[in-house]
């Protein structure tokens, strides 16, 4: 059994965070772990309030795991103190961490910061050179690179000017744009391009943390990088296609291992 960890907050509402992610490894049959770097009181209507774990204890989670299991993939999700992410990035290369996704969670779908803006320069001088890909959405690439983006052509400057600050891949999604989502894979040579037709749907919450999950957890299943891809966004498409109507607000995706099955996965 492959083992993945996950790397993120905790969303009590269970559509995004720890939650979709240990659901989509479950789902990919893989066994899932997770270090919790902070507690959100959160909902499908927005977020009400986080409390961090200290770096010590995020720390020691990570510790805990690497002295006993050997981990054949990790997602990074919200890690939102500079301390935070100085702990991650010193036990990861204590442990020669690898497959490394990282989701530069920024901003909740419902405009709440779960980074906070001074831990953004620590994000892309300590984490990001140790990732095997990073997977912003576009707000997330602008702030990372300073571009405005509008088209696939911008996606293609971010994805390069990202590419040089150290991941081994960039993984760029177009999501946030209105035409139907695009997102363009680059590996310092080529860009791979991705496209699906855009779901008619409000119930998208989560959809970041479920493909980086679905990312890590092909990797970890021995799939190179551009398949890793391939397969999670055949994922997120089934999983926004079956999203859930729970709550008021925006719900999350769906996640059943039959549905993998079905696509001749398992
Ligand atoms: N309506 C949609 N239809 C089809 N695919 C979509 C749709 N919305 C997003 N996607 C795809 O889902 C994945 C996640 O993209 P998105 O840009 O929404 O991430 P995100 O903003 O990081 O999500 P989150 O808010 O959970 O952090 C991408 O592969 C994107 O192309
Ligand atoms: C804990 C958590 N991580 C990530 C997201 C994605 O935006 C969220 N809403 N909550």
């Known amino acids: 059994m492959k083992k993945v960890l996950t790397i993120a907050g905790s969303d009590s509402s269970g559509g995004a965070g720890i939650q979709a992610d240990l659901k989509t490894m479950s789902a990919h049959g893989v066994f899932g772990m997770s270090v919790i770097t902070a507690v959100t009181a959160q909902n499908t209507q927005g977020v009400f309030g986080i409390q961090d774990i200290s770096p010590q204890m995020i720390a020691k989670q990570i510790q805990a795991i690497y002295e ?73 690439a602008e702030v990372i690179t300073g571009l405005t983006i509008e088209s ?22 177009g999501g946030h744009l209105e035409s139907d989502p695009v997102d363009l894979l680059y590996d310092g040579k080529a860009i791979q391009r991705f496209s699906t037709k855009r779901i008619a ?27 890793a891809v391939k397969l999670a966004k055949e994922y997120i498409t089934v999983a926004i296609e079956n999203a859930l109507s729970i709550g008021k607000g925006v719900g999350p995706t769906h996640h059943f291992y039959s549905l993998y099955q079905r696509a001749g996965l398992e």
């Open 68 to 140: 006993d299991i050997e981990v054949d993939a990790v997602k990074i999700g919200m890690v939102s103190q500079v301390d935070t992410i100085q702990a991650i990035a010193q036990q990861l290369l204590k442990y020669q961490a690898k497959n490394i996704v990282l989701d530069p969670v920024m901003v909740s779908k419902s405009g709440f910061h779960l980074l906070n803006p001074e831990a953004k320069n620590s994000l892309i001088n300590q984490l990001i050179p140790l990732v095997t890909v990073i997977t912003p959405n576009l707000p997330e």
């Open 152 to 173: 696939e052509k911008d996606m293609e400057e971010a994805a390069k000017a990202i590419f040089i600050m150290g991941p081994q891949y960039v993984l760029i999604k």
């Open 201 to 227: 749907t409000k119930n998208t919450h989560g959809t970041g943390c479920t493909l980086s999950s679905a990312i890590a957890s092909n990797l970890a299943l021995g799939f190179p990088i551009t398949e």
